[in-house]
């Protein structure tokens, strides 16, 4: 369409910023929404992990690797992601099964592999690779998918779901479940086939409670709303709507909340760091914070709009939606709409690996829009 | 394949897939503005209310522990009550250097390691915001040295508890039991949400068995707490339920009658009432206070109890197993009766000893010159073992074993308090199983008197009188009588279990067996007829004496040249009135020497005690 864009780059050698940027196959957009929202996170574990410079810099060095991958990611080619996804889906199914013969125990579940120098979850491989696979499984053929292909790519996200949620960790085997299931929908499966799914799983609840004991109906009861266990799971609960109700419309100010400062609200600088936001920056910080995941999500659908073959739409779609449930549970669970299942808040919550994890995406997504070629072959 | 692939049309897919794209992103607004309308709610409609909770103050969920049940005899004296205690404690988020504190409150509490350790300990598996132990029962001067150093400690303080007390000490040391510290294994078998704030549970006894009714549930209350951590006030709060009140079939005054009569010597006594299997005494000799175990008893003196060779930690009257001696003798009888294999005239001729037919040893009589003829009234009287090895060899092993059974012989009665052993009645599939060896016929004859591997608890011998009393009925022993919901006044009676109903095929029989246990008592020459002499009530009875000590074939048992823990143990079982049962005792006094001087004597205080009789002393005859 227009060739001038690839010839500006012999014609003109000297050195600009754009030319930089394009060259790293850097996004500008998404690049500029993420960094904000990493400075909005450093500045708001300042303040929930009590000031705490040293907690600063730990975290400041996995930024600096996170966003090391996330550029090594952006010079992939999607076509070499597309063509390791096999790969990459077969290694990660080999460690999971590994954690559960030889998994380190971290908070009574088995999620740690220890390789030697460094300690690794597997599930985070898994992160990325079920999507990819499902995305490249899927775009092997034309769109919407056969039934059988769909009976396929659902036990493909099946298997590693199960397994992560035997270790156990519940909340990231629906998080790595729900970016499979994106795939399948974005690929267009029929909405009566989709109905048809949710109907049957709303019929399905009432006949597994009947054949439920009296003690794992009170858990799932517990689970579901945790304020009836006030010794308990609602503990947490109830401190953390109490920091969030007193932030009302703008907040005690940074620094200043007395709920997580008095050492009050557990887990605040990992899960429950929204809490501390509510509280200090009010209804109109979180609202803001809300719209800023809205607004790099946005973004990344938009790139993937723009792919040029079905399995990076598929993929940079995934990437983006599934971000967005990550805030969703959090934000849920810290307001008491959703059941505790532990899922820290994206890029903002004190912690490594899941850092390295969304970063790399956002590199799948870079490298998604940089690599288009201008011209249709 | 090549033919059956379908062309993919780029333009069709990327509507189809930008088609879902959008209605993602629609679908992502919509969900992240039902989180914005949440944070309106909470940060807007309800920020008075959750801004008065927070406005520099702090929530507080403490739990508020049941009050546990008490525990009353029959008469309604307490048994087991609770007394306020103070105790330190510490909840660890509230504590800013943890190895201070602990540092200066040994110092000044004069703590000692095992305290330290023990609370680490309990430090690992509590959360951070719950209450943990220091120390309990602090003395009065404990406490105002601590409340003088209080703003030393933040985190610490002296808390108001209730603890356990067992007003009688010893003497309900094993049928009560007593509560202690919860540990690991119990940790995990517990609800551990009704037991937050719980810091007792029942270990042995009444107090374990019926833990579930005697714990309560728990309550809690929402506080609102300032910086210092004072309660500013009560925001939410759902009570208690306090534990079932527990009244016992057991009475006091005939544990002690039984307790002290026993004078120095081990042993137990258990006392039933045979027509609801309600036990009224339930003794084991020696005994113990319950109340060191109930706030963690010291290394010191769990030691001196554990290793003390008359081993009080034992509960003998549901774990210790003797050989019944004759006092199994009854029961063979009314075996041969019902088997058909004698009749109540059928005689046996005793010139001291038996011999198996075409073998040459000879199984002595305890009367060396033999009780001549006899037949069953005289047997059981006299406590002939000639005749019952006759009887024994006749029913053979099988079927002795076979209708012991029924009297619950090698069977754990079912009694209401945990750990029961099953004693042994001893059969041939047994010795096959256990020893690999078969069985001879010299043992059936050894069995028939009680002795060889017999071993029946002493539960299990009143149990089977009081079965035998009834004449078959046989009743669940139950150590609880009642039970009171808290806060109510009526004592709600506990239903009995009426276990079984041995069907005789002429009840006679049931009467010859009596009868000749009233002979053993009231007749001339009864093995305890000075226990009976003046008793104005018919008592059945039976005398035994178990050999602890094996005596080589022609030696003689001399009392006075033996150790006394190798002396035999006394037994007797009775019950009264003869004809219409109210009352069962057995009796095993460890190392008594004989049934008859030693044992009978304790049945007939505690006959008397029972029936409110006013008796002399008997004087054993010599």
Redesign the interface.
């Known amino acids: 369409m227009n060739h001038s864009l690839i010839n500006d780059r012999q014609q003109r050698p000297s050195w600009q910023p754009s030319r930089f940027v394009e060259w790293l196959h850097i996004d500008a957009m998404l690049m500029l929404g993420l960094l904000l929202l990493l400075g909005v996170g450093l500045m708001m574990l300042f303040s929930a992990g009590g000031q705490d410079m040293g907690l600063i810099y730990r975290q400041l060095v996995r930024l600096g690797v996170a966003i090391g991958v996330m550029l090594l990611v952006a010079q992939i080619h999607p076509d070499r992601m597309r063509d390791s996804a096999y790969w990459l889906y077969g290694l990660g199914l080999m460690l999971l099964v590994a954690v559960l013969f030889f998994g380190h125990e971290g908070k009574g579940a088995q999620r740690w592999l220890d390789l030697g120098f460094f300690r690794f979850q597997p599930s985070e491989i898994m992160k990325l690779a079920v999507p990819i696979l499902v995305a490249a499984f899927l775009a092997e053929r034309p769109l919407p998918p056969s039934v059988w292909r769909l009976i396929v790519g659902l036990l493909l996200i099946g298997l590693p779901a199960f397994l992560i949620a035997k270790q156990p960790d519940l909340g990231t085997a629906i998080l790595i479940a729900s970016s499979g299931l994106i795939v399948i929908f974005l690929a267009g499966i029929r909405w009566k086939v989709i109905f048809a799914f949710l109907g049957s799983c709303a019929a399905a609840a009432p006949v597994l409670w009947y054949f439920m004991h009296d003690y794992q109906r009170r858990r799932v009861l517990t689970f579901l709303n945790p304020e009836t266990d006030p010794l308990g799971a609602g503990y947490h609960i109830i401190q953390s709507k109490i920091a969030i109700g007193s932030g009302g419309l703008f907040g005690q100010g940074w620094l200043r909340g007395t709920q997580s400062h008095l050492e009050f609200l557990p887990e605040r600088s990992t899960d429950f760091i929204f809490a501390v936001i509510a509280e200090e920056f009010g209804l109109a910080g979180a609202v803001l914070l809300l719209c800023l995941y809205l607004l790099i999500a946005g973004r990344g659908l938009f790139i993937a709009s723009q792919a040029q073959s079905s399995f990076s739409r598929l993929l940079a779609g995934s990437i983006s939606i599934t971000f967005l449930v990550y805030v969703f549970v959090n934000v849920g669970m810290v307001t008491g709409l959703l059941p505790v299942v532990g899922v820290p808040l994206p890029l903002v919550s004190y912690g490594g690996t899941s850092m390295v994890t969304l970063l790399a995406g956002f590199g799948i997504l870079m490298s998604i829009h940089t690599h288009r070629r201008m011209m249709s072959p | 394949m090549a033919s059956r692939f379908?062309?993919?049309?780029?333009f069709r897919?990327?509507r189809?897939?930008?088609?879902?794209?959008l209605f993602?992103?629609l679908l992502?607004?919509i969900?992240?503005s039902?989180?914005?309308v949440?944070?309106?709610v909470?940060?807007?409609f309800?920020?008075e209310?959750?801004?008065s909770?927070?406005?520099?103050n702090?929530?507080d969920?403490e739990?508020l522990p049941p009050q546990r049940g008490l525990i009353y005899d029959r008469n309604g004296v307490m048994l087991a009550e609770n007394i306020p205690t103070f105790s330190l404690e510490m909840v660890p988020?509230k504590v800013k250097d943890m190895d201070y504190t602990i540092d200066a409150l040994t110092e000044l509490m004069a703590l000692t390691d095992e305290d330290v350790a023990e609370f680490r300990d309990r430090l690992k598996r509590h959360r951070r915001?719950q209450q943990v132990v220091i120390r309990q029962r602090l003395t009065e001067a404990e406490v105002a040295r601590f409340s003088a150093n209080r703003h030393r400690f933040p985190g610490v303080d002296i808390e108001g508890r209730l603890i356990r007390h067992y007003p009688q000490a010893n003497l309900f040391s094993h049928a009560v039991g007593y509560v202690g510290r919860i540990n690991e294994r119990e940790m995990q078998i517990i609800d551990q949400?009704n037991y937050?704030g719980t810091l007792q549970i029942g270990k042995t006894g009444v107090e374990k068995y019926y833990e579930d009714q005697l714990h309560g549930t728990?309550g809690?209350r929402?506080v609102e707490t300032n910086?210092q951590g004072r309660i500013v006030r009560e925001l939410m709060s759902e009570p208690s339920h306090s534990g079932d009140d527990l009244l016992l079939n057991l009475d006091i005054n005939l544990q002690r009658a039984a307790a002290e009569s026993l004078t120095d010597f081990n042993g137990s006594v258990v006392a039933m009432d045979p027509r609801n299997g309600g036990v009224l005494a339930l003794v084991s000799k020696p005994d113990f206070d319950p109340n060191l175990f109930v706030s963690g008893i010291s290394s010191k003196d769990y030691s001196a109890l554990r290793d003390s060779p008359e081993r009080p930690l034992y509960d003998r009257a549901l774990r210790g197993s003797y050989p019944p001696g004759s006092t199994l003798k009854p029961f063979v009888a009314l075996a041969g009766l019902e088997l058909g294999v004698v009749t109540e005239q059928s005689r046996v001729y005793d010139p001291g000893w038996y011999s198996l037919p075409g073998h040459q040893h000879r199984y002595r009589c305890w009367k060396s010159h033999g009780h001549g003829w006899v037949n069953m009234k005289d047997a059981v009287a006299q406590s002939c073992d000639t005749y019952f090895y006759d009887l024994a060899h006749t029913l053979g092993i099988d079927r002795l074993h076979q209708f012991l059974d029924l009297f619950g012989f090698g069977h754990r009665t079912g009694i209401d308090i945990p750990s029961e052993s099953a004693g042994l009645s001893p059969s041939r599939e047994w010795k096959r199983a256990s020893r690999n060896q078969a069985w001879f016929p010299g043992e059936t004859l050894i069995s028939g008197i009680g002795q060889g591997f017999n071993q029946t608890t002493p539960l299990q011998l009143a149990h089977a009188t009081s079965t035998l009393a009834m004449r078959g009925v046989m009743q669940e022993p139950r150590v609880v009588r009642a039970s009171r919901k808290a806060g109510m006044s009526e004592m709600q009676l506990r239903n009995t279990e009426r276990v079984n109903s041995l069907p005789m095929q002429d009840s006679q029989h049931w009467e010859a067996v009596i009868d000749s246990m009233v002979e053993v008592v009231h007749g001339q020459r009864g093995t305890a007829r000075h226990i009976g002499e003046d008793m104005p009530i018919n008592i059945a009875g039976k005398t035994g004496t178990a050999q602890v000590f094996g005596i080589a074939q022609d030696e003689e048992y001399d009392a006075e040249t033996l150790e006394r823990k190798l002396h035999d143990h006394a037994l007797f079982i009775a019950f009264a009135p003869a004809d219409k049962p109210e009352f069962v005792v057995a009796v095993v006094v460890e190392n008594g020497g004989s049934g008859s001087k030693m044992a009978a004597p304790i049945a007939r205080k505690l006959i008397i005690e029972h029936f409110g009789l006013e008796l002399d002393e008997p004087q054993p005859d010599q």
């Open positions: 379908t062309l993919k049309d780029h897919e990327s189809l897939v930008n088609g879902r794209l993602a992103a992502s607004v969900v992240f039902v989180v914005i949440r944070l309106v909470l940060q807007v309800e920020y209310h959750f801004d909770l927070s406005d520099r702090r929530v969920i739990p988020e915001f949400q937050k728990v809690y929402q910086v």
